[in-house]
């Protein structure tokens, strides 16, 4: 069935349909840097100075002047004893913030941990998003999932602008970071399942390049507005950009195909035919699905969204099972689990790594956004000729290198300590980049947003940890967290090579067409590609 989905899709050809799904999906992708990086600006470590209570006649306060900045402070008695207290109100430095949910909440001392935790709620909540995500995503679609969270998320965020107190804005964070999933990575799904063959490698590169674009000008952003409530309000401003194109999105052909919803499937495409001016001489019949393929197919649609959140979590478990039962299946999830995971961590990392390095924080950030940009252009042509497994291990490789050499580097060498940083960064963003790719292209479509969404759910669990790695080792050990990141994205470069290439594969749509492709059998097909008029993949079923 995959090759009849791609045929109709290259005879679509790339029209005013698909022009208007992959802007609306690219943009989702910048609009959600504010709250994805909020953190760097938003709650940021800062000088403080214990406010002491004024002197009265009984007794004095004052500070041990060899634990500056102390969290506790001394008072003295008129009979000579003394006591020590804890601090409970700091005088912030405000030369580089008017304000930040540091200083107006008191996040230091005993409530440190809270500045990181602010930063990690985030991606707590992709981690819990993710998987349900994918298995609502896979089983009511990808449009449903994408406009209902994109909705959700634009009024979350613009209300949790204005929260009173830290517990709401944690719990407002921790919701943010639920629908980030669906509206990044089911936008990225849909986009790459309505992409014919010859455009879907340049699709899938390209499609996040407005993250990068928003890491810029949220590091200009943040220069400009210093006080964090109106900081996140004007960041916040662009999801309110994203809605009215939602009312024009489609169903992915291709997921309504595997749900059994032809009549549905064939609407959209001859849509998508009247708006790209083509016709598609196709009969009903080649949609048909090849039952042999498929394990269920819902009878109705009623039938199809008839169960209770208890039911929703045991599928969810079910899904993620899934994902382990077959050795390709199970080799594509636990590899790109790790990659993931991986990819977190290192990104965020090393985002988030500009106060230990003691670089200007508005430059540093906005240099890292630019430093992703890049891989926007020159990573396409790279994997469409050399493929994606060896880039992405290369990439992965490269990040390795150049931070571990960091910990070597002569002290005070800052260009140079820069340059790896921006070598390092750009390298793990066009690993991240081929991975979206990668991932997308390993999964089958009855399982690809399960897949994908439980690996990017890794991914956040990195991410979480990123912060706590950068703010507590990396304040003790400044080398630490170079090193750290550096093994790590040496390994996943390690695993990677242990997949197989799909640059010339259709998507697998069912679990048994990837387990019975035989990827050493394929053959190199560039005509057929360049005129995207009778792509097929050649296949042989495995012995």
Known sequence: MEDHIDKLLAQLGTGWWQILHFLTLSFASGIIVPHSLAGVYVAPRLKYECRLPPDTEERSYFIDNSSIPSCNYFVLYEDGTQNEAPCTEWDFDNSTFTNTVTSEFGLTCQRDYLRATYQSMYMIG???????NGILADRYGRKTMFTGSSVLYAILAMVSCWLPNIPSLLAFRFLLGTLHTSVLKTGYILAMEIASPKIRSIVG??????????????GGLAYLMRSWRYLLTVGSLPCLVLLPPLLFLDESPRWLLVKGRHAHAFGVLKKAARWNKVTLPIDFNVLKLDERNVEQVPKTRDQATDFDWKTIVKNCAKGILILLRTPRLRLATLVMVLDYFVLGMVFFGISLSGGNLNFDIFSYVALMGLAEVPCFTVLYPIVSHFGRRLPIAICYTVTGVVLLMQPFLPSGN???????????????????????????ELFPTEVRTSGVGTSFMLSRVGSAIAPFITDYLGVTYPWAPSVVFGLASASAGLATLRLWETRWISLPDTIPQLESTNFLHLKKNSNKI??????????????
């Open 126 to 132: 992709v981690l819990v998003g993710s998987p349900i």
């Open 205 to 218: 590169i390209t499609l996040f390049a407005p993250w990068g674009l928003g890491t810029i000008a949220w």
């Open 414 to 440: 800052q260009q140079l300590v820069m340059f790896l940083v921006l070598t390092g960064k750009m390298a793990i963003s066009a690993a991240f980049q081929g991975c979206n790719l990668y991932a997308s």
């Open 530 to 543: 360049a005129d995207d008029q009778t792509y097929t993949a050649e296949s042989k079923v495995l012995p």
